[in-house]
């Protein structure tokens, strides 16, 4: 049998950062991966192979809106050419993966793990053996119970359409459905196309604010994005070389191609995790804010952890448990992760982006506040690309303290970093207003000047 400091379970983004880290400081490391392409759902199939296409997406926008202002036709946009682009990204990550870990040192071991208990484990009928585990399998599209749901597409198979036909449903309100509806929108060569945006709630994007939303919807129709809400879907059934999508209230959307946007779910099954006695649930692996399971060797990091799935917050995580395991070995200054404080992105055009509180959840917990809001923004940043639904409302305690911001603009991004990095170090809306003063002038960063000073005001 052999025997490892610590053996990862999983080779994306959260296994790699966690086996480098833990290789660095001289442990006997491996890690198990069951697929034959490893590397991970960001890099193959997630935010990494999706920006290829959400630049193309991007600049067709830019493009159409300052038509007949300066541009003078819109540019040809070549579906294609975009998936080979991202193709020859993606083509490399499975090697590069594993030429990574052999020059640091790590082995891989191919196959599938089971847990025979909280030291070993089970690969193809070899036992292995570790003082520590990390399991870092991350998540698969959601299952849904819906009649020939074996119909639909995930959303990684939707990265690899060939062609992109006229109609598409997209079952599901939330990032996936909002992101490759945008890119079909805008990348689609396709006469008379049709998206059709489907939610079982009373609206889109839950997590994210009411108003926002209802902000993005507008800008979404006007791409010609039908939402419809309070959907119940009774069935999707096959009609030669379309699919019909029936509703409970009797209505059919024939479609070329249905993707499931419904989310993911951690890919947990299979590792006999009821062999050691870990806590988990259908959101994952229930872990403590060091990563460490209810079992105080075995840790979980990334999507198969019942915190939030993106990328960044799996690096994070694997740090975190990397560096617990290390003891003092290690970097003590790894502070947990405040999950409040993590921004969330929508890569749409406008991109939506979002941190700290919305203004529902504040008035739930009764909790005081003043705004900042416009939901029809006419500076000349904004004019200047022909942005129409660029929008903001920044809410914060009435002392001054900010407690969150949502984004609607074409750098949302760095919007939403700029205010997380304010409140993660306490810093007033009167402070912030000072400093961004400084700002490069005119950008979306000096704009936020115009946002903030009401607060101050107030």
Not at 72 to 96: C, H, Y
Not at 227 to 232: A, C, G, H, K, Q
Not at 356 to 374: C, F, N, P, R, V
Not at 447 to 455: E, F, Q, V, W
Request: net charge negative; proline share 4%.
């Amino acid at each position: 049998m052999r025997e490892y400091d610590v053996i990862i379970i999983g080779s994306g983004t959260a296994g790699q950062t966690a086996a480098f880290e833990l290789r660095s400081h001289g442990l006997q490391v491996a890690v198990v991966e069951q697929s034959k392409t490893p590397g991970g759902t960001c890099a193959l199939a997630g935010c990494q192979a999706k920006k290829w296409f959400y630049e193309g997406m991007e600049t067709a926008a830019r493009a159409h809106h300052l038509l007949h202002k300066g541009v003078i036709s819109p540019p040809a946009m070549d579906w294609q050419a975009f998936l080979n682009e991202k193709n020859r990204f993606t083509s490399g990550v499975p090697k590069g993966t594993l030429n990574g870990f052999k020059k640091a040192g790590i082995d891989v071991i191919e196959g599938s793990a089971k847990f025979i208990d909280d030291n070993r484990i089970d690969c193809n009928g070899e036992q292995y053996s570790a003082e520590s585990f990390i399991i870092a399998t991350g998540a698969k599209p959601l299952n849904l119970a819906i009649e020939g749901a074996e119909y639909m597409i995930s959303s990684d198979h939707f990265l690899e359409l060939t062609e992109l036909p006229p109609r598409f449903v997209f079952v599901g309100g939330g990032f996936i459905s909002f992101e490759f509806a945008h890119f079909v929108a805008r990348l689609n060569e396709a006469e008379q196309g049709q998206i059709t945006i489907l939610e079982v709630a009373s609206r889109p994007l839950g997590p994210f604010d009411a108003d926002m939303v209802e902000q993005l919807m507008l800008a979404s129709e006007m791409e010609d994005i039908d939402i419809l809400t309070d959907v119940n879907i009774t069935s999707i059934e096959k009609s030669g070389s379309s699919y019909l999508v029936k509703l409970a209230d009797e209505t059919v959307i024939e479609a070329d191609v249905v993707v499931n946007g419904a989310g993911r779910q951690p890919v947990i099954e299979g590792l006999a995790l009821d062999q050691t006695g870990i806590n988990y649930n259908r959101r994952g692996i229930a872990v403590d804010e060091n990563m460490r399971t209810s079992k105080a060797n075995i840790f979980a990091v990334g999507d198969c952890a019942a915190t939030i799935q993106l990328a960044r917050v799996a690096d994070y995580e694997s740090l975190l448990a990397a560096n617990t395991i290390l003891g003092e070995k290690g970097n003590a200054d790894w502070p947990a992760i405040d999950y409040k404080l993590v921004p969330a992105m929508l890569f749409t055009y406008p991109q939506y982006g979002m941190v700290g509180h919305t203004e529902q959840a504040l008035i739930d917990a009764g909790i005081e506040y003043i705004k900042s809001e416009d939901y029809d923004l006419g500076w000349p940043s904004y004019r200047r690309i022909g942005m129409e639904h660029a929008a903001y409302k920044i809410l914060a305690s009435p002392d001054g303290y900010l407690l969150g911001a949502h984004f609607l603009s074409d750098q949302a991004s760095g919007l939403v970093t700029t205010i997380r990095l304010a409140m993660l170090n306490g810093v007033t809306v009167d402070k912030l207003y000072h400093q961004i003063m400084m700002a490069p002038y005119p950008t979306r960063e000096s704009d936020m000047t115009y946002m903030i000073k009401p607060l101050i005001n107030s």
